[in-house]
Structure formats: C-alpha cells, structure tokens
C-alpha cells in the first residue's frame, strides 16, 4: 500500500515494481502499441492527408512538393463524386438500420433461449463473424443470383414467374452489407443485455404484462446502448464498404470506397487522398457523435 | 460481468420469446402465440440466411462438374486435387499461414502489454491510448490499405511481408488488446501484488502469476489476432504483391473472373480453419465469453 502513491491518482489495487519505477513500467509497456500505431497508422494517415493537398497531375501519380486544394475543389465540383457520396451515405443509413434491427431482434431470440438453442445461435453468429468476408460474398453471389438456389426455389414453388434481381442493384449491396455488418450488431446487443437481471423481465410478467410488452418496456431500453454501438459500428463499416459494393453492385452503385481504389488504380492520388479524407471525417464524426450521444444518456459500454 | 451462468427454469418458462412487434394487449392468447411464433421464424429465416449460404458452397466444392449449381451433380473431390497441384494457390496458403503467423505475434505482444499498462495511467490519458488502440478498427480498411500503399511505397516496402503483417495488425491488435484487457479485469491484482512481495521479478510475476490466471483470455486474444488474419482482405488487396498475396486475395481476383469451383474450395478450407478456432477457443474460454469480450 505504501507505493500505490507512486502508481497514479486514487488507485490503490496497484503495486509500484521493486526495481522499476511504476512510469518507467507504464511506458516500456505501452511502448510496442504505442509505436506500432504511431508507424502503421498515424503516419501513414498523416501522409495519406498531405497527398491529397498535392497538385493534380495527369503525368504521374503525385508531384511531391507542392500544395495545392485541387483534390478537394474536384470533389465539390464533379457532380459523378457527389452522386457516390450521396448514394455511400443513403445505402450506409438503409445497411445500419436493418442491421439494429435484424441484430436487436437475433440478440433478443439468443438471450431468451436456452440450452441447445442458445449454444447454436451463438456459435452460429460468431461463426458468421469470423467467416472470410470474400467467402461469405462468394456464398451470397452463389445463392442469390438469378439461377442461384433462392430464385430456383421460389419460380419452382410458383411464387414469382421471372427469378428475381437480387444481385448486382441496390438489393444485392445491401444483402451483401448485411453479412459484413450483422454480426457484430447482435453481438454488441447481446453484450448488454446479459447483464440484464432477468428477475426483472419475470416481475414484469407476474404484474400482468404479456411478454411483447415485457420485452418493449423492459428489455428494449436496456438494449438501447448496445443498439447505439452496433448502429455507430455498422454505419462508419457500411460508410467505407468496398467489397459488398465492388462484388454484388453494379456500375451505377459505386461507393466512396470503390471510388478511392478506382482512383489509386488511375494513379490520381490527390483526388484518391481526398476522397479517402472526406471518408474518414465523415465516419469519425458519426462516431464521436454517437459515443457523446451514449455519454450523455449515461450507458458507457466501449466496443 | 459478460458470464452469465446457467438461467433459471423460472426465467425461460415464462420468458420464452415474442418479438418487439407491438401485440395490442387485450387480444386473446391465440395471437400473443402466433406472434411468438412469427417471430421465431423471423429469428430462423436471420440465421439461415447468415449460414445457409455457406453451407451451400461447401457443397459446390465436391462438385464433379465446372459448373457452380447445387445441389451438385456427382460427388468429386476433383477440385481439391486441382488446389493441390496449383503452385499459384499453394505459394498463397503459404503467404496466408506467414501473414497470420506474424500478425499473431505482434498483435498478442502489443496487445498484451498495453492491456497490462494502461490501467496504470487513469483519467485522460488512459482515455487517449485506449482512442488511439481502437481507433484503427473505425477506419474503413480501404483508407488504411491507401495510406499503407502510398506511405510504403516511398520506401519501396509495399508489397512485402512486413507491410501485409502491418496492414492486418492494424484491426488485430486492437482486438487482442480488449480481449485480454476485460481478462485481466477478471484478475485479482493482489495476486501479483504477493508475488512480489514475495521476492518474485516484475517477469518471473507475470509468466508465474499473471499469465497462468489469464491464460485463457491470452489463448483467445491469439486465435482472434490469426482468424483476423487469416480473413483480412481488403487492406490486404492494396499492400500485398504477387508474391506475398493471401488465399482471400486470390480468392477475390478469380471472383473477379468467372465464378471457379476453385474458388468452392478454397472457401471451404478457409470455413473449416474458422470453424476449428470457433470450437477451440469456445472450448478454452468458452462461447459465451468470446461472444462478449471482443
């Protein structure tokens, strides 16, 4: 107890070492993520941002040295990018919100079930995360295009006469959208409703409500910050999707992201960089807005 | 917090599932049960379409034929032989098992000793580094793969080993991080404390004491750092060459082509991989802990 002075304000569970002083020890531990982040990611992004405050060159990829805002003034002025942005955000919004509620929705079935079925909508969702995205899309591509086995089974049952378009349009992006980012939002719901006191669901049975009341006035506001978490993870992931957009989409669904490695492929970095800036401020903000949005109402859970 | 143990009988008999979806009270029985189970077979309908998809590749990949139709027609492993004499797909199995090899060590070690450091610095500045650990996780991985692709080419490193282990770390240890961060919130430190007062070296602690308590959460912080590997692809896609692309790149370059039963294949492998760190790491820390914890 003498030592925990020597550790840090107000925390007395922790022991300075014998030999090393407590910051010497802090530090040397911090030092590989620190310095790994530093190079791989602050870095480079850092320079990501100086490249796209370069000339525009159609002679090569970058002209070092100079400085300029044409990146950005071409993003503002080619209506092709606005058209990317406008649509990158809108179809984000559409993958966030049927994520939050597909995902409420699973996270919900898998906290109430027991046993067998608990374990196996579990495993089946963490199995789901951990599947290679270009797998998973692979599968979509096979089951979902139009001699695919969802549009075999429904003109064979008689539901539709022509298959269905579900890939390469609108439809397709989302679907493929919904393998990446569902996942992760049953699990950041599940995460916090177990730590829901199920007593309360059962007294709110005993005082006469049906269960889909129970579940609506009960455990519906406990799931509200794991549903603000996996709603702020699906939009900034759905933002920057590139695979789902690139694989199930057509021409005329191109992402911000498609758009970044369109560009860096006809060695335009400025305009890559400043696509790629925009991008990424967009995202952060949503971010920060939803984190101090969870603050305030007073769930802190991190991700 | 995240361990819930085994639930009441109580709890599931008058619990058992009905959806958000508003049921008008006053309604008799009859509807509150078709509502119960119109939302199980939403709940269904979810699962199959996150899994059955793949289950239906697996079957492709035993296909006798060129062709991807299911249910395929005649049984082959044909496509598996095929894999095996394809020195393209060979030389990225390769690739892959280095990239995750790698990206493991360094995601585990710096994730790691950062978990056990940063509780030390309260207030601010452990709210900065645990910003600046997850903070590459939010950042869409094209914008990563950019920046790593025109950072590293100055230097002539893109392309490499070094720059794929890199690009892969940058989402693995940030997971590894708060997986054995939330282990170590489970850990006595007065363990450590006796030990040391004991005589034992800040190392000797840790490897005797520390690690011993959080093995599992250490193992699981390792298996989700290779998986992460193992799928990354998009950052992948713009740092790796042709010599040092993994089997999910390859993969993405031939879907670009034409649909390969190759292609079957290899996502068959790639699900087997998962689906035997799945099973591993629920054996060891349990399904529900690696559910909640990353």
């Known amino acids: ?303 | 917090m995240s361990e819930s143990g085994p639930r009441t009988d109580g709890g599931t008999e008058t619990g058992t599932g009905t959806g958000a979806a508003p049921a008008p009270t006053g309604r008799r029985l009859g509807g509150a049960a078709v509502g119960r189970w119109l939302f199980r077979a939403g709940v269904g309908v979810v699962f199959a379409f996150l899994l059955a998809p793949i289950a239906v590749v697996v079957a492709t990949s035993f296909a006798e034929t060129g062709s991807l139709t299911f249910p395929p027609k005649g049984l082959s492993l044909r496509w598996y032989g095929e894999f095996l004499g394809s020195s393209r797909w060979r030389r990225a199995a390769l690739n892959s098992l280095v990239a995750a090899g790698g990206t493991t060590v360094l995601a585990t070690v710096a994730g790691t000793t950062a978990a056990l450091g940063v509780s030390d610095l309260g207030g601010s500045r452990e709210a900065a580094v645990l910003g600046l650990a997850v903070l590459p996780l939010l950042v869409p991985g094209v914008v990563l793969g950019s920046s790593l692709l025109v950072f590293l080419g100055e230097f002539d490193l893109q392309q490499t080993y070094m720059a794929v282990v890199a690009a892969h770390s940058l989402w693995a240890t940030p997971l590894a991080f708060s997986v054995v961060r939330a282990a170590l919130s489970r850990f006595d430190p007065r363990l450590r404390e006796a030990a040391l007062d004991l005589g034992a070296s800040p190392f000797r602690a840790f490897f005797e004491v520390v690690a011993p308590n959080i093995r599992s959460g250490l193992f699981a912080a390792a298996l989700i750092a290779f998986v992460v590997s193992l799928q990354e692809f998009i950052m992948t896609l713009f740092v790796s060459g042709p010599d040092t692309r993994t089997v999910p790149v390859l993969a993405w370059n031939s879907l670009r082509g034409s649909l390969d039963p190759l292609v079957s294949v290899v996502s068959t492998l790639l699900v087997a991989a998962v689906v035997v760190a799945v099973a591993v790491g629920a054996a060891v820390a349990g399904l529900e802990r690696l559910a909640t914890d990353t």
Do not use: C
């Not at chain 1, 006469?208 to 709603?231: D, N």
């Open chain 1, 1 to 303: 107890m003498s030592d925990a002075d020597a550790v840090g304000e107000g925390r007395p569970s922790r022991p300075a070492l014998p030999s090393l002083p407590a910051v010497t020890r802090t530090r040397l531990l911090l030092a590989p993520l620190v310095l790994f982040d530093l190079l791989a990611f602050v870095v480079p992004m850092g320079y990501l941002l100086r490249v796209s405050l370069s000339e525009r060159s159609t002679r090569q990829a970058l002209v070092r040295g100079t400085w300029s805002v044409d990146g950005y003034r071409f993003l503002l002025e080619s209506s092709l990018l606005r058209r990317v942005f406008v649509f990158t955000v809108l179809f984000a919004v559409v993958a966030t919100l049927l994520a939050v509620g597909l995902g409420t929705a699973y996270a919900y079935a898998a906290w109430q079930a027991s046993g067998a079925v608990r374990t196996v909508l579990l495993a089946g969702i963490v199995m789901s995360m951990f599947t290679t995205l270009v797998v998973k899309l692979f599968a979509a591509l096979v089951v979902f295009s139009p001699n695919g086995v969802v549009n075999d089974a429904l003109v064979a049952s008689g539901l539709v006469g022509t298959p269905l378009r579900l890939i390469n349009n609108e439809i397709g992006l989302v679907i493929g959208q919904l393998y990446v980012v569902l996942p992760y939002t049953v699990l950041s719901v599940y995460s916090v409703l177990t730590s829901l006191d199920e007593h309360l669901v059962e007294a709110a049975n005993d005082l006469g409500a049906t269960p889909a009341r129970a579940a609506r006035e009960v455990v519906l506001p406990h799931a509200v910050p794991g549903m603000a978490v996996g709603g702020v993870i699906a939009f900034a992931w759905s933002a920057g999707a590139f695979a789902a957009p690139a694989l199930l989409g057509s021409k005329s669904e191109l992402t911000v992201a498609v758009e970044v490695q369109n560009r860096l492929t006809s060695f335009e970095y400025p305009v890559a960089a400043a696509l790629s800036v925009v991008l990424t401020t967009v995202v952060l903000a949503v971010l920060a807005a939803g984190l101090y949005g969870l603050r305030r109402r007073g769930g802190g859970h991190d991700v």
